[in-house]
């Protein structure tokens, strides 16, 4: 309506016209006159007006004939008429009303009240128009979202379900009664009590929406994922007494893959809870579960980014999808397969009715050669692979996850073993895993108890026969295992990270210990405290800030700091870890290459990361007895670490022999049993007071040389 409404005033007599107009344009309308009824209707035909205010009395074509006529094509809500009338009498007022008049007002008019009944008539018709613009909205949305929707009188207990809501679940309109058990009992089983919880838990609350998504029984036998809201109305007392809501189908988008259109976990999960149970009540039924990972997937991902390695899947996922047709006879023809992708870079495929586990091998050795072939993605030919894990039936599965949980652990052992692409379930695969779930866990609680604590084992100076350093070396007092070594529990605190909170600990009690050692001993005290760094801590940005910050709350000099650190550690980002150590190196911290020559060995690595301190694995140590190769691989070690200008340290010496040829070569330093198992802080002390060991002048020799022996007998570091 264009400003307050659009008038159309039709009266005979122009005064009385003009006035009216007049006074309705002062208070904001948009106004129209006409002399007679034949004008008013021709002005109606040529434009829209809101509200018109007719005269009844008029020459020619009367007031109540004009209305008849504008009846005729427009109806009372459309077009309120008032009706303007001198006469006392009824009559005419009761035949208005009856040709479809709004409403009437008496000659001589009084102004406010006719301005009252024009804004009340308005204003109703904007509501009813309003109304009827929301209910096309409503229902061009909810045909547009292809709902189905329902209403439900708590009162009565009848519920309105729409023709689109009965048709969702294959029903015509005939076929579904009005009780709310159209609903309830056919929702899924597993589902019913947390769709009945929530409805509850609404209709008590008197606040928010209702919300659940859940399957429901479609007429087929089948079920459909559907996800359902509604609110409730309710009266004054804030008791609920009615709910209405809608019905959405969300089965494609809940079990298909969104990236490849497979089967996705949810509805792979299902299809393998029926063959679990097709098992049970068949016996001889065997199915299988290939569970595949594909290999470098990540490194594809990092390098050609994100988008290729999504296109790679799609790939992957029709290649597989065309190595399982029917048709491809690698197992009995009356095995079926379903493919689903469940997560990431990981494909599931479910053999059903096989043999035994020989015909899921022949499929998993069937993928991986599909696989060889090179992939042609987003302008790149990429090569990848697949491990699989395998899990066969005959391990008599009731649940589901417990199918794919063993799959996965397949697949695990797969990815570890070097010699195989594919792994088959067996139980033990699954105790291990339940072990190290456990040694987990036990490590959290010992990191919240504090129930790690550091031994010290001595590097001895051979030239000197003093304490060169201390190797700090972490153990595990458990509750009820008792003293657990670093072998058991290192690896998982690494895969779990919770080696960072174990190696600070360890580095904040190390600096501590030795701190104290220097006050007590002065110069007799060893030259440093060499503290292992494992891969996590070094890949830390904020390493160099976090040794700075521990060696101030410590009192420690950074010169008295040896970290000892394996090549593993930085062989992946050399450049990262010469920054690391230049911010090292800048606050005065050296550091040791531990277990030289097991891993890569790099010789440029030597040059370009500064080593101080070359340690000579245990390995090459034990060789030495009787093994000239031994002795040569420990001779050339040594001589490349004296040209490079780096100490040496040879680790695990056990014996009097080692001990006198380590010596003879020129071995700078040595730790071992020969000299000390690790030992407490106290028994350190000890061992610190009673230097030397041997005259440095003086043959070395077993009476010579003191092997201090703890009372305790810790774990070997």
Known sequence: MSQQGSLLVVDDNENNRDALSRRLVLKGYEVTVAASGYEALDLNAKKTFDLILLDVEMPGMGGLEVLERLRQEHSATELPIIMFTARSEGADVVEAFRLGANDYVTKPIDFPVALARISTHLSHKQAIQNLRESEERYALAARGANDGLWDWDLVTEEVYWSPRWKAMLGFDEASIGSSPDEWIKRVHEDDRPRVTAALHSHLQSGSGYFEAEHRVLHCDGTYRWVLCRGAAVRNSEGRATRLAGSFTDITDAKVSDALT????????????????????????????????GLNRFKTISNSLGPLTADHLLVAVARRLQSCLRPTDAVTPDAAGFTLARIAGDEFTVLIDDIADARDAIRVAERLQKALEKPFHVGGHEVFTSATIGI????????????????????????KKNTTGAFELF????????????????????????????????????????????FEALVRWRHPTRGLIGPND?????????????????????????????????GAAAPGAICVNLSSRQFADNDLARTIEEVLQ????????????????????????????LKRLSDIGVEWSLDDFGTGYSSLSHLHQLHVNTLKIDRSFVGRMDGNEEGLEMVRAIIALARNLSMDVVAEGVESEGQFVRLRTLGCESAQGFHFSRPIDPASAARLIASQPWYSPRATPSRSSAVVFQPQRTPTTS
């Open 391 to 414: 899990a066969v039936s005959t391990s008599g599965y009731e649940r589901a996850e417990d199918v794919l949980r063993d799959s996965a652990l397949a697949l695990d052992r797969a």
């Open 261 to 292: 259109g497979l089967p996705n976990r949810l509805l792979f999960i299902d299809l393998l809870d029926r063959a679990i149970k097709r098992r049970q009540r068949r016996p001889e039924f065997v199915f299988a579960l290939l569970m595949l």
């Open 489 to 521: 529990f290192i690896g998982i605190a690494e895969d779990t990270g919770m080696i960072v909170q174990i190696g600070y600990m360890t580095l904040v009690e190390s600096c501590t210990q030795m701190a104290a050692w220097q006050r007590q001993f």
């Open 553 to 580: 709350q410590t009192g420690l000099p950074a010169s008295s700091l040896k970290l000892e650190i394996t090549e593993s550690a930085f062989i992946g980002d050399v450049e990262a870890a010469q920054a690391t």
């Open 426 to 469: 067996d139980p033990e695969m699954r105790d291990t895993a339940v072990a190290r779930l456990n040694v987990e866990t036990d490590l959290r609680n010992a990191i919240r108890d504090g129930a790690f604590f550091v031994d010290y084992q001595p590097i001895i100076s051979l030239s000197t026969g003093r304490i060169a350093a």
